[in-house]
């Protein structure tokens, strides 16, 4: 890149100059506080991932299958509406978390925990009585989880939406 930038200065007409310059004992010198303050905010969502993973050990004892992402944890696992007791695991597992995190002194967000449940027959008068303490979670037809709003027909119709009118609004920044 360098050579690149230098041949166009000088193929535009003008003339170049370059200065190398060199630190001496650079790395014996620096101010590790200043080191490691660029990179705790450079390692900061790393080293967050690393301090999370003994929780995978704790959503794997209960079969749920999960996906994380910094601060973000979505758990699924499937739903049978003939069996009561089929989100069992799941509400041990949300217990567990809440212990785990409390010993590692984090906190979960209850009033962000959002719940969206697929492939329910379609019934207007269908109660999510059978989510348990989660019944008040539910948010019917769509939620965002990452950037992403997941709708219960799969159709994605909200998000494509938002990514079109994201991308309208981007573009009349050009004009």
């Known amino acids: 890149m360098l050579v690149f930038n230098l041949l166009l200065t000088v193929d535009s007409g003008c003339a170049a100059v370059l200065v190398t310059l060199d630190l001496t004992a650079a790395f014996d010198t620096v101010d590790h506080n200043i080191l490691l303050s660029i990179l705790l905010s450079i390692l900061g969502p790393l ?9 995978g050990d704790v959503l794997r004892k ?61 019934d207007p008068n269908l109660s999510f009585d059978f989510m348990g303490p989660l019944t008040s979670k539910v948010r019917g037809s769509s939620i965002k989880s990452l950037g992403v709003t997941f709708d219960i027909t799969f159709k994605f119709d909200k998000q494509i939406s938002s990514v079109v009118k994201g991308s309208f609004l981007s573009s009349t920044d050009f004009s």
């Open 47 to 55: 080293l967050f991932t690393l301090y999370l993973l003994p929780l």
């Open 62 to 122: 209960f079969n749920v299958s999960f996906y994380t992402f910094a601060d973000d944890i979505q758990i699924h696992l499937p739903l049978r509406l003939d069996c009561k007791d089929s989100l069992q695991p799941l509400f041990s597992c949300l217990s567990d978390i809440k212990t785990w995190m409390a010993l590692n002194f984090l906190h979960l967000n209850e009033s962000k925990t959002e719940v969206i449940v697929f492939g329910l027959p379609k």
